[in-house]
């Protein structure tokens, strides 16, 4: 089974981020590997599976309960053994994820702006919806007006009535005037979304893990576990980034953006990794009933169908 080289420099820059982040990576492997099965883990698996990044029993325990705690996992115990299975708001903070990480490309534009106006709402209300209007593509044009050029209302709806402000938040769509791409409108951009931030992790992105493709792209019988952790960092890197990006239109973009590049990259690397990858969480987790069962439908629909 072929190993790859450049999967240590990948653990070993994971593992130098301070302060290292094991609540995060687990997020990365649950909606990963995990959301797909549909069905409740056993804690030990689980701590088996994430203790090769460097994370040991302690910290997965700890990172577990406090994922719990704060709503993220609900939690049952059958004899001496806890499983763990994403709440109902986890899995709808997740399914919110998903479409920015494994969803189609962006499609064209016609001009069009969703407004979201969060005026009426108190301090901590607000926060609350911005982190998640962010999760969605959303940026700030104002200390309670937050827009996307996307007209889909149906997630931002759904958000509004989850959280119960359906009397208090009013959105709207307006229209552009002139080019897509004038002075006024790319200053706009910039103040609502930090670009010039996201292009420098994308190309950070593209140069650390373009080594792995190099690697990889030729090779035969994927060592299991090596192609689960280097889908696991890839996934985890760059869903940090996909979740900041706004997914605007290209006219709105610098000419030579990154993030098509990082994203063909993942995409690609997601195909090559996933047969090897899915093997191994066959053979290493363990739910109530014995074997995990194996991924559903929408698991074949990411990045355009694997």
Request: proline fraction near 5%.
């Amino acid at each position: 089974m072929y190993q790859p080289a450049s999967l240590a420099s990948l653990v070993e820059h994971f593992q130098q981020q301070t302060p290292l982040r094991a609540s995060s990576l687990i997020i990365s492997v649950w909606g990963d590997a995990l959301e797909p099965r549909s069905s409740a883990v056993w804690l030990g698996s689980l701590i088996n599976l994430i203790e090769p990044f460097g994370i040991n029993e302690r910290l997965v325990r700890t990172s577990i309960f406090r994922l719990a705690k704060d709503g993220w996992l609900t939690s049952e115990k059958m004899g001496r053994r806890s499983y763990y299975q994403l709440s109902d708001s986890g899995h709808q903070r997740f399914e919110d994820a998903f479409r920015r990480v494994y969803g189609s490309a962006q499609p064209s534009w016609d001009g069009r702006w969703l407004l979201v106006n969060l005026h009426l709402l108190g301090t901590e209300e607000r926060k609350l919806i911005v982190e998640r209007l962010q999760l969605l593509g959303f940026g700030p044009f104002g200390s309670s007006l937050f827009a996307r050029p996307s007209v889909e209302s149906a997630s931002v709806e759904a958000l509004v009535r989850q959280m119960g402000l359906e009397s208090r938040v009013v959105l709207s769509v307006t229209e552009s005037r002139g080019t897509k791409a004038d002075p006024a409108m790319q200053a706009l951009v910039h103040q609502g979304w930090n670009l010039e931030e996201l292009e420098q992790g994308y190309q950070s992105f593209v140069q650390r893990f373009h080594l792995l493709w190099q690697e990889i792209k030729s090779r035969e019988n994927l060592d299991p576990q090596s192609a689960f952790m280097a889908r696991t960092l890839m996934i985890h890197e760059y869903r940090k980034l996909a979740l900041r990006d706004p997914s605007l239109p290209d006219a709105m973009l610098p000419k030579s953006w990154s993030g098509h590049s990082a994203r063909q990259l993942c995409r690609n690397l997601y195909h090559r990794l996933t047969p090897a990858t899915e093997h191994w969480l066959a053979n290493s987790l363990e739910s109530a009933m014995g074997p995990m069962p194996g991924p559903n439908h929408s698991f074949y629909q990411r990045f355009d169908c694997i």
